[in-house]
């Protein structure tokens, strides 16, 4: 039977929507379910200020009676504004292995971004860089971490058959903690400790952490201009972002360093990887989901990446050196073993050159792709 493409017209709709990513891939070996509750904020025009200056529409995939894929076709006019840029993104996506069904969904994106002038399309990708991009393309059968895409190879080949290209590609290191921390980084980080140029913050409670949310994203407007598909956060997509991880982070590993001045010039945080116990909430917090979340936060021995920034002009004078080797510290400690380094784009010479350096490995890679319309 042919495929058929249908609206989000009621909250059932949007419902089936939301849960979609289950009913394709629960039965898959491995498949980890995304944080459903934060999926629904994402997708709420009244809790996302990105879809304010966003552009979106829905559809769902029909085959022999069954829902069987998903897409939202975007245009995020505040990037194109800001990048100079005519280019609409296909995200959200999720899709059986049927060549015919991502067709379908994919040049329902393209015709929708052609109509409203859009001269290039990319995906996956969402709202903003802080939604999952990238189909995986190498360790599938790695640990997934949050906000990833865990698609099948095939899905890869596919993309090449309707004629998309490579726009970027980035790599996900593997570190080994305890070989990380040699004698010479320790001797660095010591080294820089004594500086009376800027000092090292660390934290206790998440209340300590409330002051330094608005300089985390300021930093990150201020740092973030060479990422890919980033554009200035307003506030109100730092207030957003703000309740939207603060619920996953241990201030433990969050990192800072700051000038004599207090001002932020540094900082990373990282997550313990709690993908079991999403596994048994299935993807939900309520109303024990929080729970396996909880325990399998507190028995993780890996240490997920999420965001981190050094202010151009402290960049090789030892903010780094300050940042990492007490986040690694701080997780040899704690009893974690390894870090996953979450997307890192591959020009990024200077983080990869730092990633290798400690001997990390590429274990994952992710592809964004690309299309002329």
């Known amino acids: 039977m ?32 995304p944080l459903y509750d934060d999926d629904k904020e994402v997708l709420n025009s009244k809790i996302n200020p990105a879809l304010k200056y966003c552009d979106t529409e829905y559809r769902l995939a029909w085959k022999d009676g069954k829902c069987v894929g998903r897409v939202a076709a975007i245009i995020n006019h505040k990037y194109n504004e800001y990048a100079s840029d005519k280019t609409c993104r296909f995200g959200f996506f999720d899709a059986i292995d049927d060549f015919e069904v991502v067709k379908a969904l994919v040049n329902f994106a393209e015709d929708w971004g052609r109509q409203r002038g859009m001269k290039k399309i990319v995906g996956p990708m969402g709202f903003t860089e802080e939604d999952p991009e990238g189909f995986i393309y190498m360790g599938f059968d790695e640990n997934p971490t949050i906000s990833c895409y865990q698609n099948t190879p095939i899905m890869n080949e596919y993309m090449d058959k309707l004629g998309y290209g490579k726009e970027l590609d980035w790599f996900v290191y593997k570190m080994d903690i305890a070989k990380s921390l040699t004698p010479l980084y320790a001797k660095m980080f010591e080294r820089y400790s ?31 201009d060479e990422i890919y598909g980033y554009s200035p956060l307003s506030e109100g997509d730092m207030e957003h972002l703000a309740k939207r991880f603060m619920m996953m982070v241990d201030p433990r590993f969050i990192k800072g360093v700051e000038t004599p001045e207090k001002e932020l010039i540094g900082f990373m945080i990282s997550i313990p990887n709690f993908s079991p116990g999403l596994q048994k909430a299935r993807g939900r917090l309520f109303p024990f989901g929080f729970m396996h ?81």
């Open 2 to 33: 042919s495929v058929t493409l249908t609206e989000i017209k009621s909250r059932k709709d949007m419902k089936r929507f939301l849960f979609l990513p289950e009913s394709i891939n629960a039965s898959r070996p491995g498949w980890v379910p």
């Open 293 to 373: 979340i909880l325990n399998a936060s507190k028995t993780s021995t890996q240490l997920d990446s999420l965001l981190g920034a050094v202010k151009k002009e402290y960049r090789g004078r030892g903010v780094d050196i300050l940042i990492g080797y007490s986040q690694m510290k701080t997780a040899l400690d704690a009893g974690f073993k390894i870090v996953d380094s979450h997307h890192i784009m591959e020009h990024n010479e200077s983080m990869r050159a730092e990633m290798e350096r400690s001997g990390s490995v590429i274990y994952k890679k992710f592809r964004l792709y690309q299309k002329t319309l």
């Open 194 to 224: 004594r500086s009376k140029l800027f000092n090292l913050k660390e934290f206790k409670s998440k209340r300590e952490i409330k002051p330094y949310i608005k300089p985390v994203f300021k930093l990150m407007n201020e740092s973030f």
